[in-house]
């Protein structure tokens, strides 16, 4: 199956600060997805994006499919943004998603 | 409510015996995935269903796991002769068409004494 490494694997940020997530992926994929996990474990879906760039408010993401990685951007963090973050893909050729082990970030006011 | 819901919320249980999560996707979601979550770690996928195609069952981890679904509605994750590392957050999402947009309900706790 496909490999998928999110790093840092945590983070802890002062309000207010910006932060950039990254997820490597080790092949091809037709699909990528970001989620945040709150802190009471329910999964918020934040961005499709298997190419490209998208924006939500603070949040934004990237995705070099060619290179094989996706950037989340997180501006002017707030401490509800707590949680972790998961990248997830599917691979051109399958229907499972890979997820990786996240990156956990805590937001300090 | 329009979301992806899961029963029960929590499950206590004793080793050995069977149990039998449920998952009720958003209406007209035709993909339903299944999940294994155990604490402080990533999700591993366990099951997914496309419409009527034969489910793709690559990720049970032994044949006391299974699922079902009738049509593009409810499905039953069960788990049988339940053992202590099944312990963990059983996590249910839906999506539209296909591996798409996934949407996640709240997840099962199930603790096995």
């Known amino acids: 199956g496909i490999q998928v490494e999110q790093s840092p694997p945590d983070l802890i940020l002062q309000e207010g600060a910006n932060s950039t997530l990254r997820c490597n992926f080790s092949?091809?994929?037709?699909?990528l997805q970001w989620f945040h996990q709150n802190p009471w474990g329910q999964l918020i879906n934040l961005f499709y994006i298997p190419s490209g760039t998208k924006q939500n408010g603070r949040l934004s993401a990237t995705t070099v499919a060619t290179e094989r990685y996706s950037l989340l951007y997180i501006s002017s963090s707030q401490t509800t943004d707590s949680g972790v973050y998961f990248c997830a893909v599917i691979s051109s050729t399958g229907n499972q998603f890979y997820f990786g082990t996240g990156t956990s970030l805590t937001v300090i006011p | 409510g329009a979301g992806v819901s899961q029963s029960p919320s929590n499950k206590v249980t004793e080793k050995g015996k069977d149990v039998e999560l449920r998952c009720d996707p958003i209406?007209?979601?035709?993909?339903l995935y299944w999940y294994r979550q155990r604490l402080g770690q990533g999700l591993e996928f366990l099951i997914y269903f496309q419409g009527n195609s034969a489910p793709d069952k690559s990720g049970l981890p032994s044949d006391r796991f299974s699922a079902e679904r009738t049509g593009e509605s409810v499905s039953t994750l069960t788990i049988q002769r339940t053992q202590q590392e099944d312990s963990a957050v059983y996590l249910c999402?839906?999506?539209?068409?296909?591996?798409?947009?996934?949407?996640f309900g709240p997840g099962t706790r199930l603790l096995v004494l």
């Open positions: 092949d091809s994929v037709n699909n």
């Open positions: 209406s007209g979601h035709t993909a």
């Open positions: 999402a839906s999506s539209s068409s296909g591996p798409g947009t996934q949407y």
